[in-house]
C-alpha cells in the first residue's frame, strides 16, 4: 500500500506542476490535434480506407513481432520496404487524398478567417424560376413513368471533365427534353444529365461511384453515382429511380430518399439562391455606401 501511495502522490505532483505550466498554446494544440484525429477517423470510418487500415493494422502487428523475437533477416527486409509502403499508401489513397483536399478547398477559409476580403458580393439567381419548376415537373413525370433519370446540377465547382464523358447538347432546359432524354431505349437515355444555369450542357455522361459503406445495400448504381458527384464536386443531383419511381437528392454526399415533390421544389430554391457573381476582392466590406 505504501508503494502505491507514494506512486499516486508522486503522480498527482507531476499532473499540478503539469498543469501549472499549461499555456494557451497548449490547449489550442490539444484541441486542434484532437480535431484532426476525429476528422481523421471519421474519413477513414466512411470510406474503404477502412477495410485498408485492417490490413495495415495486421502488418504492423506482424512488423512488431518480428522487432519483439529480433529476426534480424526480416527486421532488414521490412527496413528496407517502409519507404515502398508509404509511397505505396500513397497511391492506394489517391482518390481519398484527393476527395479530403477538394472538400478542404470548398470550405472557403481564407474568406471565414479574413472577413475584409468579401468574395461573395453580388448573389444572384444560379438559374430562373422556370428551370427550378421544369425540373421538378420532369422528376414527378418520370417518377410516374417509373422512368430512372440522373440529373446533376453544376455549381461553383467546374464540371467539364464529366461532360466531356458524355454527349454535348448545349439546349434551354425544359421537362419535356429532360423526359424525352431519359426515356427508355433512346440514344441518350443512360448516364447523367448535367445543367448549368438554365441550359442542359450534356447528357449521357459517366459519373464516379461512392464507396460510402454507409449507403443501403439495396441502392443500385445509378443513386451510388449521384452520390459519388456530390462528394467530390459541390453539384447538387436529382435522381429518379427506375424501380420505384421515388424521387431522391444527393448534396454533399449526403442522400435524401423519397423526396416530395414540395421539399425538392424547396432544395432547389435553396441551391438557386446560392449563386455568387464573379469574384472580386473587396479591401473593405462598405467601401462604397451606394453598394447594395
Partial sequence: MSSV???????LKWFTDSAA?????????????AFLVYTLLLWIKNTRAWTLLKGIMVLVICVSIVYLFQMDTLIFLVNRMIDIAIIAAVVVFQP???????????????????????????????????????IVKAAVEMGKAKTGALIVIEQNIRLEEYERTGIVLDSVLTSQLLINIFEHNTPLHDGAVIVKGNRITAATCYLPLSDNMMLSKELGTR?????????VTDSMTVIVSEETGKISVAY??????????????????????????PKKFNLWKGWNKNEA
Fill in 5 to 11: 501511495k507514494v506512486w499516486l502522490t508522486n503522480y
Fill in 21 to 33: 505550466s499549461i499555456s494557451f498554446i497548449d490547449i489550442l494544440e490539444i484541441l486542434i490535434l
Fill in 96 to 134: 481519398e487524398l484527393r476527395r479530403a483536399l477538394e472538400q478542404l478547398g470548398e470550405k472557403q477559409i481564407v474568406s471565414s478567417l479574413i472577413p475584409i476580403i468579401d468574395t461573395n458580393r453580388g448573389v444572384s439567381e444560379r438559374f430562373s424560376d422556370k428551370t427550378l419548376n421544369e
Fill in 223 to 231: 443513386h451510388r453515382a449521384g452520390v459519388g458527384i456530390s462528394e
Fill in 252 to 277: 454533399k454526399g449526403e442522400l435524401k430518399r423519397n423526396v416530395p415533390p414540395d421539399v425538392l421544389k424547396e432544395q432547389l430554391a435553396i441551391l438557386q439562391n446560392k449563386s455568387v457573381a
